[in-house]
């Protein structure tokens, strides 16, 4: 079975902080996705990667950045982290267009 | 740039009811769409899609969304829901060039009561 892992379900940090979400998948797939889910806002996507360290900036890339060193693995840091970023963050795969398999996500609080 | 309007952000309904969830997209390019269901403290799953050929496409648990090019929508239907179709329902679009750029509308949370 086809599986997208994020290292944590729930997060809570402080402000400042330098906070470090890690997703890693296990079909090989080329393409990985960050995103935030917030209540009334849907899904907006921070950043996204077509291949090992290879990146682009989403709708909504600032304050985050990211890191893929290797295929299978997909990182999102947030540089100091603002109560603003409180949130549910999404990651995802892909390797055919538009099926994206996603993980269970993580729900950020900033204190 | 694409973009997609969900027309209602809740959808009460009863149990064996029928259901209509809105979706109306924007794009300048020929595009492909897509209906996600997210069930309750579960991530996003793929519940049907729109690449090419016949407009009205099915999924496995009684969905169906037909792609209306002139009119830019994808609604989703389901004839009679059941209480396990309550879940939030996310339309989403990207272009066909390539791009896997997915674009997602804010979602409509579809409650079923017995």
């Known amino acids: 079975d086809v599986k997208v892992t994020q290292s944590s379900r729930y997060l809570v940090k402080r402000t400042g902080e330098k906070v470090f979400l890690e997703c890693v998948q296990d079909m090989d797939h080329e393409n990985m996705f960050w995103y935030r889910q917030d209540p009334g806002l849907g899904l907006r996507l921070i950043y996204f990667?077509?291949?090992?360290?290879?990146?682009e900036k989403g709708d909504i890339p600032e304050g985050y950045s990211v890191s893929r060193e290797k295929k299978e693995r997909f990182s999102l840091i947030l540089e100091s982290a603002s109560t603003n970023q409180t949130s549910m963050y999404l990651c995802a795969s892909s390797h055919s267009a538009g099926k994206l398999f996603f993980g269970s996500g993580t729900q950020l609080s900033v204190l | 740039a694409q973009s997609v309007t969900q027309l209602d952000s809740q959808v009460p309904v009863f149990e064996e009811a029928p259901v209509e969830l809105r979706c109306n997209y924007s794009?300048?390019?020929?595009?492909?769409l897509f209906w996600y269901v997210q069930y309750p403290n579960q991530g996003l799953q793929l519940l049907l899609k729109y690449l090419s050929g016949s407009t009205l496409v099915e999924s496995i648990n009684g969905f169906e969304a037909e792609f209306n090019k002139s009119q830019t929508s994808f609604h989703l239907r389901k004839p009679s829901v059941h209480i396990s179709d309550t879940a939030e329902y996310f339309c989403?679009?990207?272009?066909?060039?390539?791009?896997?750029?997915?674009?997602f509308g804010k979602g409509t949370k579809l409650t079923v009561n017995p």
């Open positions: 794009s300048s390019v020929s595009v492909y």
């Open positions: 989403a679009v990207s272009g066909q060039g390539g791009s896997e750029k997915l674009v």
């Open positions: 990667s077509y291949d090992v360290k290879m990146k």
